[in-house]
């Protein structure tokens, strides 16, 4: 595996506050990606990284925004959590843009 | 919208029988198609995966089959084993870094 860890693994939360994902990467690998996993809707893009302060939004960013300071590490915050946001969280990497990603094992979220 | 259609969403499949998943597509940017295979509570892994200057591609039990012409590609399990039973995610990946996912396929392998 590409050494890609997310913490925490799992999360119960409040509607209004804010949540803070984390995931590390070991692989040195470029580009990170931040997926949210919901049922009848498989794995949607939120947000990306092509390096360290460099990101740019998927096709679901809206109420996310993401920080890259150094290489190994991609956060997602939610700064204000909804329940819409109830979902699992998967982070994933790889060396080049056309190259496979590797996923971590998600952070399941629960807003309340 | 969903850029990438993926059917069935779920399968039963007797122990040694072939599984067959569908997906399609309408964006001819794309250039990379993954195949990924997720147990419960993990990860999505990459299985197999082809490029759209290949019609198949085969790799131990595992074949893809792409069609150009008809913007389609799909995914064969030979030989299903109960170990094979997970969820199944096509997806594709237009120039540049963004990947689309189909919503998944469970596949369940009786014994």
């Known amino acids: 595996d590409a050494g890609i860890t997310q913490s925490p693994r799992h999360k119960v939360t409040e509607t209004g506050t804010p949540v803070t994902l984390r995931c590390h990467q070991t692989?040195?690998?470029?580009?990170m990606y931040w997926y949210r996993q919901d049922p009848g809707h498989g794995l949607r893009l939120i947000h990306y990284?092509?390096?360290?302060?460099?990101?740019d939004k998927g096709e679901v960013s809206d109420g996310y925004s993401v920080s890259r300071s150094k290489t190994e590490d991609f956060l997602l915050t939610l700064e204000s959590a909804t329940s819409s946001q109830t979902s699992v969280y998967f982070c994933?990497?790889?060396?080049?843009?056309?190259?496979?990603?590797?996923f971590g094992d998600g952070t399941r979220l629960s807003i309340l | 919208q969903q850029q990438v259609k993926q059917s069935p969403q779920s399968l039963i499949v007797q122990k040694g029988g072939i599984s067959i998943i569908n997906c399609a597509y309408e964006?001819?940017?794309?250039?990379?198609f993954p195949w990924y295979q997720q147990f419960p509570g993990k990860g999505p892994a990459l299985l197999i995966a082809?490029?759209?200057?290949?019609s198949e591609k085969k790799e131990g039990r595992f074949t893809i089959s792409f069609n150009k012409s008809a913007k389609q590609f799909s995914l064969h399990i030979m030989d299903s084993q109960p170990g094979d039973s997970a969820t199944y995610f096509c997806?594709?990946?237009?120039?540049?870094?963004?990947?689309?996912f189909g919503t998944g396929t469970s596949l369940t392998v009786i014994p």
């Open positions: 082809i490029r759209p200057d290949v």
């Open positions: 990284s092509y390096g360290v302060k460099d990101t």
């Open positions: 964006n001819t940017a794309f250039d990379y």
């Open positions: 997806a594709a990946k237009e120039t540049g870094n963004q990947f689309y």
């Open positions: 692989e040195n690998h470029r580009y």
């Open positions: 994933a990497s790889n060396s080049e843009s056309n190259q496979p990603q590797h």
